[in-house]
Structure formats: structure tokens, C-alpha cells
């Protein structure tokens, strides 16, 4: 008697993408745009010695069980704060108030932020078989990040593809990089993101204080959709003309 059961050992399996998830509004909507398109989810997660660490990890640790992620890493590392010279991680530093209209790259710029995370996210892909890293940066980023701009994803890319085993493929999937925060917190809505377990302000770990650069894109881009964000202030200023 012949098995005419077909054989799964060649079907393919389900997409997997490691998603940077910081416990912010631009992570947490990536990691559901990245479900929407398919991928389990392999969250992760770094403290790097940033003001509000302990608040962003209690944050991606609720989206990961909200998103019904796969699997979810914490990774600690102390150099980004060693080196300093961002007012995220030196207390020497202020955080500045909120500046809509600078071109200057800010003192909550952390040298080469992104280039340290996209490595370790890399590293936990290609060791899960994951063919994709998101990452939630935007354009409202990049006009004062260095490390957020398109060439810089695209070249990182390419790293990746010298770097990883020959038959390793992973793309660098920045979905929202020429979007604003208002087109984000849209999406987001569209996509039902759990907004009130994420977290953006540079200064506090309860309440938001409502006017570092991070929590005024924030509460812009929700004024500009006409939905109240739904995390708590200290102060909730209106950032939208009228």
C-alpha cells in the first residue's frame, strides 16, 4: 500500500523578519506592517543606557506579546552611553525642547546609532533564518539623523549581502523612510497598533513630557490625523497650525 500523502518537507515555511523594536511609535508600526506583509516577527530589543530605557523595554515587551511575536531579545550594551556625546545617554547633556522647523542634526543624535543596531539585528536574522530587518526610521529622521537617510540603508544593504554567509539573503526594509510621523501614526491606526504601549519621550519615564522634539512629532502627527494620543503628558501643547 503506497503513502500518497504529500510530502511537506520541501513546502516552504512561514516569512520571518527581525523587527528593531524600540517600544516607539515609528518600531511598533513597522513590526505591524511587517505582520501585515506576512513575517513572524522576531523582535529585538537594546538598552543602551538611553534616559528612558527601562520604560521603551516595558513597552516593546508588551507590543511583542500585542504583535504576537515569535521571539523577543533583549540585548544590553553599555558603549553607545560610554561614548557619549548625545543628550540620550550623557547627563552632561540637556534634552532640548522641541525645535519643528531645525535643520540642524539635534543633541539627541547618537553617532552611529543605527549602523550598531542594524549589526546586531543582522546577526540575529541570519542565526533564525530570517530574510528581513525592519527598522521604523522615516523622513522627519533622516532631515536631522545622518543615519536615517535612504543611501544609508541602501549601503548598509550592501554590507549586509558582503558580510552574511553566501546563501544567506536578508533585506534592510525601511518601509516607512520617506514617510512623515503623520503618515506613520495613519498607517498605524489603519493597522490598529496598540499606541498606548508605546513610548517616545526623550526626558521621562512617566508622564511623556510633551515638549522634547520626540513628543512633539508624536502628538503633531495624531493632531494632524485627528486622533488623540493615547499615552499620558505632563503638557500636551498643540503642534499643528489653527
Known amino acids: 500500500m503506497t503513502d500518497d500523502t504529500p510530502s511537506t518537507a520541501d513546502e516552504p515555511t512561514s516569512k520571518r523578519a527581525v523587527v528593531l523594536l524600540s517600544g516607539g511609535m515609528d518600531s511598533a508600526t513597522a513590526a505591524a506592517e511587517a505582520r501585515d506583509r506576512g513575517y513572524d516577527i522576531y523582535a529585538l530589543h537594546t538598552s543602551y543606557g538611553q534616559r528612558t530605557e527601562d520604560r521603551e523595554l516595558e513597552c516593546a515587551r508588551q507590543l511583542a506579546d500585542e504583535l504576537d511575536a515569535a521571539d523577543f531579545l533583549q540585548i544590553e550594551t553599555g558603549h553607545l552611553a560610554s561614548i557619549g556625546a548625545s543628550s540620550l545617554t550623557d547627563d552632561d547633556l540637556d534634552v532640548a ?114 515638549t522634547c522634539d520626540a513628543c512633539a512629532f508624536r502628538l503633531q502627527a495624531f493632531q494632524n490625523i485627528g486622533v488623540r494620543d493615547p499615552i499620558t503628558y505632563a503638557e500636551r501643547p498643540s503642534y499643528v497650525d489653527g
Open 97 to 210: 525642547d522641541a525645535d519643528l522647523e531645525s535643520d540642524e542634526i539635534p543633541t539627541s543624535y547618537v553617532p552611529f546609532r543605527n549602523a550598531n543596531l542594524l549589526a546586531m539585528a543582522v546577526s540575529y536574522a541570519e542565526a533564525n533564518d530570517c530574510e528581513a530587518v525592519f527598522i521604523g526610521a522615516h523622513s522627519e529622521d533622516f532631515s536631522g539623523y545622518p543615519d536615517c537617510r535612504p543611501a544609508f540603508f541602501e549601503a548598509f544593504e550592501q554590507v549586509v549581502d558582503v558580510g552574511t554567509k553566501p546563501e544567506t539573503e536578508i533585506s534592510i526594509e525601511a518601509p516607512f523612510v520617506e514617510w512623515s510621523k503623520t503618515d506613520i501614526a495613519e498607517r498605524g491606526v489603519d493597522l490598529e497598533v496598540p499606541y498606548e504601549h508605546t513610548w517616545s519621550c526623550y526626558r521621562e519615564n512617566e508622564p511623556a513630557c510633551g
